[in-house]
């Protein structure tokens, strides 16, 4: 095989073996060096056309994105997607010609063949592309230079492989990854694509090796270059190379011997300037990550015709015995898996909003990402896969050690041994490494995960050989590890003790963990959440069951179990193991960015938290209104576990158990305790000064009082530890106070470590002390956030492994997901605000008192702000009216004058009024009984009437042609209005400038929502007003002397919910088993039928005349027929409501009213209600009026003035009970 289009030019059998050489230089440009600007390029980036499954309907896709990505809005079908095929056309400038052309792709995944001009091209696995892979392909000879060309990319996914793609048992002779897998690495054209033009002599590879031989002294250190010089004309060719090492933001600090080095045609030769000595050159560290630029050039007869520049640091990285060296210093790995959220690291397309993409904000998160962990770990593993270049880069930039891991995890599911597949994976291999291989960063080449001898011996016998081979051919200069294997380099194991929480709250801290003595032992994963958090027994005891409930009221806090995983970690440190990484703990040292930061995405993304969530939002780029990140509680215990220098209390760290009392120290005792010294910084010398406070702190005040301090120093060699003791004497005449121990480590006057221990407590353990935050502000409140849960945190800063709880103060605006429960050191409930029926613009707080049973107590104010428009809109999918008219009619609408009809446009269908003579032309349907909505249209003016008295618009709370008001555009004037039309009169409300272009569509929406009226176009609110003339009524479409067309009609009542999110947080209840369960849709039931009268609610006090409707179903009723279904309207409390109901012992509707805890009918009729049966069932409360409805009729009205205002809700009465499609209008 040989480079297609060089190839294709020669003629004589003798060069193809320069053929091959001149193929593999050029196979791994990519990213390997930076290129000189001077090198052209063109993006092939943007839209391309798409072929799902190679069919013949073409969708647009962006290149690059991930067709099975959610949050680029592709078809949700192309989530299972495992074939498509990308086309487009492009053209090479005539810039280019005379140029060898290169066809760049930096990542397709997972397999893929290119195809230009109908051509495949090659590569040296038959014609695939493997994946994560950068390829640059040579397309000289296949491109028309100044002229289009064709281009096509065929993309297989697990699923799809073709035939010649597979060993004859069906296994994959291609690495694929991990795309077997749900949570795979994505699929398609997943990074950039771009047309690179090269001189035809050229630099087609380079690699710096830096040689310290392993030791500090300067004196003997070399660097070797290999410089690969390619020929692609059909001559001989003579050409000089230089070199000169630049420090980056610098000066040349070194240069080298010119090399000349004559080619043959056709041809790649490498130059190699070996051992050169340099001995003064700036070493790379963690702490001070000096960089160079390798400045190479060709020059042929005086002049440069090439030139690139290769970043390097000057460092080495080696094993010595059982530990890891970084330039001669023992550097002992400190680190996790950094797997990062959602897109981050994986393209560099457009993001799903105009304004961001992932070229700029999603790489911006992942540096955000990137500077925090460096400010806890010094090594970071890239998890399952290797990522972008930008990440690379900046960890050079940033001093970030990584192991780059290779995809190949649990190799044996679904990949194929045979010779074929390992050529494959070699090929594979050596293409990753050459990719790689200059970074600095880059300490360690991982080549697996997980791919143990236990599951077939052929991973020992075939696999890891062929691996560690291929990487070796191509740098011997770093370990090679497999991650849970043990290779020459490294022992390494994951999840000692068990998976997921391995011996996670052990009391024998310091003799779980041993190590190596021949070579550096690791763990490679240890102490995942992915499990879920542990749990507590009734008297505060440990129990290690593990739950994802976030409700559930046993289940430890975040920072519980962070600490407690960390805890581990101190152990494995005391152990001496030289690599220490787990899987995703890193992301519980910060708490999520709240607020949903791409809005259009979803699952993980969405508002509220996500606490037993690996993949979540903690870092934001996005939105400057927003932190860029939040320190969680045990945000410092993580950086004190991992601090290079520390010193531990060694008893205190062992006796930090959940679910266990700590000690009692007697007053008046003499105490010793034993310091852990660590020194894992490679600078500042070895001389560690610690000092220490003993003192101790009331939980009810929490005032501290020290009593002794002392200091000591020790010398601790580089990348270990020493012991030492101190003693301090516990006072006299002190009791039920918790003991404290502070320690802090200097080394000369900079302070490296602090750390405040709670060791035990004084004579007798102090009473159960609750806390709360005092203050709690979540910002801007709206509908579109109303149902995210907010956390708060309650904590037993005094003793006792159980107390209980009960908290007061909630309603109106504020719900909790608790009111009350158990309190076994920390608890984090939640709760969500919801502003609807609000003032905007306001400011709002509510002040909660948490009380323990004991009786203490502690109060937090919960606040926020509304914004212009906290109560109109839906929350959910539910709609009032829906209409597309792609049914061909206009089902259900009345033209009350102009000519109506539906007529296509374009690809879809529209409701046009086409007549520009016609004044006031209006189109109406809906119900008039409607109050509180938002009407929303695609509106487009195909034409105005030419004296420009012409506008067009929707219509809410329409009665009659005489009454109704009008949310439009009127040209005349250029302006936008609202208009109120009563008894025939039209008068304008408000009016704002504004332009509409004729043949362009527009977002117009009108929202009526009590006396408050709102115009907005295309998503902006631009007007608002208040009006009290008319209160209900339907919804139309308005074209004044206009031929216009409207699509998309909906109506949206300014409260529903369908549960189809899979959660009901925007309800509270008062008792019962409530929760969101699957009948044919999600839907809210209660499901326990022998417990009375529950109810859920929801919405505002202040909410007054409204009608509430719901699908509401019973399943069963209790034996005894003292049974009930329906809905609340006009809540209080839950002693103050009506009640529309259905009674099963009488057979009978009721409206009902409830006051002072008091139940009476205000009316009833007979009816029967089937089990199994789903209903539509309808309040309307306006003014004293009283209605029920029941599948479109009403059946009961009645008349009452006890309650004027007040929230919706859900009513069961000894029924297994189910609701959906909950609508307040």
Not at 513 to 524: A, D, F, H, L, Q
Request: proline share 4%; aromatic share 12%; charged share 15%.
């Amino acid at each position: 095989m040989g480079l297609q289009g060089v190839g294709n030019r020669l003629r004589m059998k003798h060069v193809v073996v320069m053929v091959m050489l001149l193929f593999m230089a050029t196979l791994l440009l990519t990213r390997t060096a930076h290129a000189d600007t001077s090198r052209e390029q063109v993006s092939l980036n943007g839209v391309w056309d798409f072929y799902p499954s190679g069919g013949t309907t073409r969708y647009d896709i962006t290149v690059p994105s991930l067709w099975d990505g959610a949050g680029f809005g592709y078809s949700s079908a192309w989530a299972t997607l495992s074939y498509g095929v990308y086309k487009r056309n492009f053209t090479v400038p005539s810039s280019m010609n005379g140029k060898e052309i290169f066809l760049s792709f930096s990542n397709v995944a997972p397999l893929a063949k290119v195809f230009v001009n109908g051509t495949q091209l090659a590569t040296e696995t038959d014609g695939y592309l493997m994946t994560r892979l950068p390829y640059k392909l040579d397309v000289t000879s296949l491109v028309n230079v100044g002229s289009s060309n064709t281009l096509e990319v065929r993309v297989w996914g697990y699923g799809s492989l073709p035939a010649d793609a597979l060993d004859s048992s069906g296994k994959s002779l291609y690495p694929l990854g991990i795309d077997n897998q749900t949570f795979g690495q994505g699929r398609g054209i997943t990074d950039d694509v771009a047309l690179v033009a090269s001189p035809k002599v050229f630099i087609s590879d380079t690699q710096v090796i830096t040689n310290l031989k392993n030791n500090t002294d300067p004196s003997d250190d070399e660097i070797t270059l290999k410089i690969t010089v390619t020929n692609a004309t059909a001559a001989s060719q003579t050409v000089t190379v230089t070199n000169s090492a630049q420090l980056v933001g610098g000066t040349t600090e070194k240069t080298f011997s010119d090399q000349p080095v004559t080619l043959a045609a056709n041809s790649s030769q490498q130059v190699t300037l070996s051992s050169v000595s340099w001995t003064n050159a700036k070493y790379w560290w963690t702490h001070d990550p000096k960089l160079y630029d390798l400045q190479t050039s060709l020059t042929q007869t005086g002049t440069t015709i090439d030139s690139l520049s290769t970043r390097f640091g000057f460092r080495q990285f080696t094993v010595t015995s059982n530990y890891f060296q970084l330039n001669g210093i023992k550097t002992n790995l400190r680190g996790d898996a950094l797997q990062f959220n959602w897109h981050t690291g994986s393209v560099h397309g457009p993001g799903p909003s105009a304004s961001q993409s992932f070229a700029n904000s999603s790489i911006a998160e992942l540096k955000k990402t990137m500077d925090a962990w460096k400010t806890t770990y010094n090594v970071a593993r890239t998890h399952l896969k290797g990522d972008v270049k930008e990440f690379y880069d900046y960890a050079d930039q940033i001093g970030l050690l990584v192991i780059d891991e290779t995809p190949f995890w649990q190799y044996q599911t679904v990949h194929s041994y045979n010779t074929v597949a390992m050529d494959h994976v070699s090929k594979w291999v050596k293409q990753w490494v050459g990719a790689s291989k200059n970074h600095a960063g880059i300490v360690i080449w991982s080549g697996g995960n997980e791919n143990w001898v236990s599951a077939t011996t052929l991973n020992s016998t075939v696999l890891h050989p062929t691996i560690e081979a291929a990487i070796t051919s191509i740098d011997s200069t770093r370990p090679i590890i497999q991650d849970d294997f043990t290779t020459t380099y490294e022992e390494n194991h994951h999840y000692t003790g068990g998976y997921p929480i391995s011996w996670l709250n052990n009391s024998n801290l310091y003799g779980l963990y041993t190590n190596n003595s021949t070579k550096p032992k690791g763990e490679g994963e240890a102490f995942t959440p992915s499990g879920g958090f542990p749990t507590l027994n009734a008297d505060g005891t440990y129990n290690a069951t593990l739950s994802k409930d976030l409700y559930n009221d046993n289940l430890v806090s975040q920072a519980v179990w962070h600490r407690a995983a960390d805890r581990m970690t101190r152990a494995m440190r005391y152990a001496g193991l030289a690599d220490i990484r787990y899987y995703a703990n890193w992301i519980y040292s910060y708490e999520p960015i709240e607020d949903t930061i791409r809005p259009i995405w979803t699952d993980l993304t969405a508002p509220g938290l996500k606490p037993v969530e690996i993949n979540r939002p903690v870092f934001n780029a996005y939105d400057a209104s927003k932190p860029s990140s939040i320190p969680s509680d045990s945000y410092m215990y993580t950086q004190n576990t991992y601090s290079p220098v520390a010193a531990f209390d060694k008893d205190g760290d062992k006796n930090n158990l959940i679910g266990v009392n700590p000690p009692v120290f007697p007053a008046g005792a003499a105490t010793t305790r034993t310091i852990i010294v660590y020194n894992d910084e490679q600078r500042d010398g070895t001389s560690i000064d610690v000092g220490w406070e003993a003192g101790y702190v009331d939980p009810a005040t929490q005032t501290y009082t020290s009593f002794q301090t002392g200091t000591f120093n020790v010398m601790v060699p580089y990348g270990n530890k020493v012991e030492q003791t101190i003693s301090f004497n516990v006072p006299n005449g002190v009791s039920a106070k918790w003991l404290q121990l502070t320690l802090t480590a200097k080394k000369g006057t900079t302070v490296k470590f602090q750390e405040k221990n709670q060791l035990g407590a004084i004579g007798s353990f102090p009473a159960p002390q609750i806390d709360v935050p005092a203050t709690i502000n979540v910002g801007m409140k709206n509908l579109s956030n109303s149902s995210q849960l907010h956390k708060l945190k309650i904590v037993n800063r005094g003793g006792g492994l159980s107390t209980s709880w009960s908290v007061s103060g909630q309603g109106d605006w504020l719900s909790l997901t608790q009111t009350s429960g158990n309190l076994r050191g920390e608890r984090e409930i939640y709760f969500t605000v919801n502003p609807m029926g609000l003032a905007p613009n306001t400011n709002y707080s509510k002040t909660l008192t948490f009380t323990e049973a004991g009786g203490s107590t502690d109060t937090v104010i919960i606040s926020f702000q509304t914004d212009s428009n906290p109560g109109t809109g839906g929350s959910g999918n539910v709609k009032l009216l829906s209409d597309d008219f792609e049914s061909g009619a206009a089902s259900g609408w009345t033209a009350a004058s102009g000519t109506w009809s539906v007529v296509t446009d374009g690809s879809t269908k529209v409701y046009n009024q086409s007549s520009t003579a016609t004044g006031g032309a209006t189109a109406y349907i809906g119900d008039s009984a409607w109050q509180h909505y938002a009407v929303s249209a695609k509106v487009k003016a195909d034409a105005f009437d030419a004296g420009n008295y012409a506008g067009v618009g929707v219509l809410a709370r329409y009665q009659d042609s005489s009454n109704y008001y009008a949310f439009m555009y009127y040209k005349l004037t250029n302006t936008l209005k609202i208009v109120k039309v009563a008894g025939g009169v039209a008068g304008d409300l408000i009016t704002a400038p504004y332009t509409m272009s004729l043949g362009t569509w527009y977002d117009l929406k009108g929202v009526v929502n009590g006396p408050t009226l709102e115009l907005w176009m295309n998503g902006t609110k631009l007007l608002t007003t208040t009006d009290t003339t008319l209160t209900s009524g339907k919804v139309g479409l308005y074209a004044h002397r206009a031929n216009a067309k409207f699509d998309n009609v909906s109506v949206t009542p300014m409260f529903g919910d369908d549960f189809e999110s899979g959660t009901a947080a925007s309800w509270a209840n008062t008792g019962g088993t409530w929760g969101v369960v699957t009948d044919g849709t999600q839907v809210f039931s209660q499901s326990d039928n022998t417990a009375a009268n529950l109810s859920a609610y929801a919405g505002l006090a202040s909410w007054q005349n409204y009608t509430v409707s719901a699908k509401l179903k019973a399943d069963s009723f209790n034996s005894g027929n003292y049974a009930g279904i329906g809905l609340v309207a006009r809540r209080v409390d839950s002693n103050n409501y009506y009640s529309f109901t259905y009674y099963k012992l009488t057979n009978s509707l009721k409206i009902g009213k409830v006051a002072g805890g008091t139940s009476t009918d205000l009316i009833t009729v007979p009816y029967t209600l089937n089990t199994g049966t789903w209903y539509d069932f309808k309040a309307v409360v306006n003014g004293s009026t009283l209605e029920l409805w029941v599948n479109g009729t009403k059946q009961l009205t009645a008349t009452d003035s006890a309650f004027a205002a007040g929230q919706i809700g859900l009513y069961s009465h000894r029924a297994n009970s189910k609701f959906d499609n909950i609508s307040v209008y």
